[in-house]
């Protein structure tokens, strides 16, 4: 396949309430979309999209040093051959690309020979609990459709303080069926004793995993003989030095693309975890709609019977589109003109 061509718009859009990160309370989501011209041997000419959106907080890497890097390699490539089926952009740069530029590169390039032939079939997802124990009580109590196998919710949020997150906790399973549990996230804002202690407050049966529950990740094997409650990697998938090997307790791997890298990093840790009988769920990190549908194509190809983490649309208060977008085809023209051209 030739690159023929490649433009870089930005979007900026608005959430739909302040989202809430580390530091940040985000009012709004800005990133970068990348447009490739390109010629297949067998489909012609078409187009391919990527999304780079570093998220403030997590991400190491600025928008405009994602942007900088994205316009060195994209000019690297023009007229270019590339393979999508092995593309790894790192041979195109002398300096360590950034996973969101690895992740709108290699997907836009990789993704047409990962997609199922079965796009029909609903991928299973674990919604993700945000606001208040009332928010949440109210979105789980107007449940309609069938019961997702676990909803997902942040905890550790406080000043140290387990109780809020104790109550929150035991409200939430006492108002959903049996067979639904909770997926926790700590982002390591607890000490090893705190989270033993949130663990012997309730009713661990019904968690799933917490996530990242400890701040020194060298904790996680002590928590989980502590408690038997089984944990899951993530911020430990984002340094770059990482390499997979299987933990007593660990129950996950949730790999961020956006925020670990492009698709071959991404294939060789789910790879790995798989020949260790790790589960993986593939996660989003607040992109929009076009990154967002590029999970769940990754979702389908690595993991289509786990509950994903893909239910962050919800925090926009607009969508970049609403219509599905044919793989090949130009994106409207209203799409585009929404962005910003900052590269061509
Ligand atoms: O993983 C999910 O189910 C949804 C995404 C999600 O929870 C997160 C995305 C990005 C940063 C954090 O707020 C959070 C996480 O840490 O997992
Ligand atoms: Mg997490």
Known sequence: MEIVGSKIYQYDLPLAWPLPLKATKLKSRQGLVLELKVNDADQGVGYLYGEAAPLPDFSLESLDAARQQLEEIVSALAGQEVDPESFSCQEWSDQPVYPSVAFALESAIGLPALRADDMETALPVAPLLTGSTADM??????????????????????????????????????????????????????????????????????????????????DCPAFYQQTRMPFAWDETLQNPEFEFSPQTGLAAIVVKPT??????????????????????????????????????????????????????????????????????????????????????
């Not at 406080?158 to 997926?183: I, N, T």
């Not at 890298?261 to 929009?288: N, Q």
Request: proline share 4%; aromatic share 8%; charged share 25%.
């Open 259 to 344: 925020l670990v890298g492009g698709i071959r990093r991404c294939e060789s840790l789910v790879s790995a975890a798989r020949d260790a009988g790790i589960h993986t769920v593939i996660s989003s990190t607040f992109e929009s709609v076009l990154g967002v549908n590029t999970l769940e194509t990754l979702a389908r190809a690595w993991a289509p019977r786990e509950a994903a983490g893909l239910d962050t649309l919800t925090a926009f208060k607009q969508q970049l589109f609403d219509q599905p977008v044919a793989l090949w085809q130009r994106l409207p023209g209203a799409v585009l003109q929404q962005m910003e051209l900052v590269w061509r």
């Open 137 to 218: 009580l109210k979105r789980t109590g107007s449940w309609s459709s069938c019961w997702p196998s676990a909803f997902k919710l942040k905890v550790a949020r406080g000043d140290g303080e387990l109780k809020p997150d104790v109550y929150r906790v035991r409200q939430l399973l006492e108002a959903l069926p049996e067979s639904v549990c909770l997926r926790l996230d700590a982002n390591r804002g607890w000490s090893l004793e705190q989270a033993v202690e949130f663990v012997h407050q309730i009713d661990s049966d019904r968690i799933t995993y917490i996530e990242e529950p400890v701040d020194t990740a060298s």
